[in-house]
């Protein structure tokens, strides 16, 4: 079995892959939707995707590329601690630069604000790549923002351990299969649903009978977030992730409803969620 993920290895997407799959059966791809891409040409069997960060919000090429794709779905949603450290050959004082991905550095903006007010930032493609930039450039006066298995990895001191602006920092991925049939492979407590509804057009209040459909049957819902339709402006679809206890056939009557008002609604998955810690 091949696993695909957002890479490069050490990448706080592989940290979760690793978490539920072995370490030979992962394959790297440099972005989400390269990832999403050999999935669906079934050069690998599965993908693990980020989907949303607690500080920084939903990964929207994820989002974005899963709207309207209805042959790949969600078969476990994985929920990692993110740590950050910033790394180094050794403790610079005044280092030129500090690289990291721009997530890495929105989660630890305070931080460096606090202590690295003049240094000059550089986003780059991955965390790791900033750890192994530094350790490939010693004649630099460089810092990276990574984990502490790329710190291991490339050799680098950990400077400054957990610098996240938030020690509550974690972040959601996804794993995606291309069986709908597929079974869930862990029997957790927590599962979710996950949906998205596209209104019908020039429709006054179909967004409030959509979630009164949630709200008389008493569905608790995790979450909701408009992303926009790419046609319009002011057109949007919705995300809804739905708390799934003894609730199934009070959901899919929901969603009945919710589609006898015209709106579209795509199954997004059903799906176990995993905690690390």
Same mark, same amino acid.
């Given at each position: ?99 990291? =991905? ?34 490939? =450039? ?69 967004? =409030? ?69």
């Amino acid at each position: 079995m091949k696993v695909g993920y957002l890479g490069p290895k050490n990448s706080f997407t592989f940290q979760a892959a690793n978490e539920l799959f072995e370490e030979n059966n992962l394959v790297s791809f440099a972005s989400i939707p390269l990832t999403i891409e050999h999935l669906e040409n079934k050069s690998i069997d599965l993908a693990v995707v980020p989907i949303e960060n607690s500080l920084e919000g939903s990964v929207h090429a994820t989002v974005d590329y899963l709207f309207g794709q209805t042959a790949i779905t969600v078969q476990e949603e994985i929920i990692l601690p993110i740590r950050q450290q910033l790394l180094g050959l050794e403790e610079v004082k005044q280092p030129q630069k500090i690289l990291s =991905h721009p997530q890495a550095l929105a989660q630890t903006k305070q931080y460096l604000k606090t202590y690295y007010p003049e240094v000059s930032l550089e986003a780059v493609s991955s965390t790791t790549f900033a750890a192994q930039y530094v350790a490939t =450039h010693p004649e630099n006066k460089l810092l990276a923002i990574a984990s502490e298995k790329a710190a291991r990895e490339y050799n680098l001191k950990v400077v400054a351990s957990d610098i996240q602006d938030n020690a509550a920092n974690q972040t959601r991925f996804w794993v995606l299969a291309l069986d709908k049939n597929r079974q869930i492979t862990r029997n957790t407590q927590d599962k979710k649903v996950t949906l998205f509804i596209t209104l019908p057009a020039n429709l006054p209040g179909a967004l =409030h009978q959509v979630l009164s459909a949630f709200a008389w049957r008493k569905i608790d819902l995790a979450k909701i977030e408009s992303r926009p339709l790419k046609t319009n402006l002011g057109e949007y679809f919705f995300v809804i992730d739905v708390v799934l206890k003894e609730n199934e056939i009070l959901i899919e009557n929901a969603v009945k409803e919710i589609e006898l008002l015209q709106a579209k609604v795509q199954r997004v998955g059903t799906y176990s969620i995993n905690r690390f810690t």
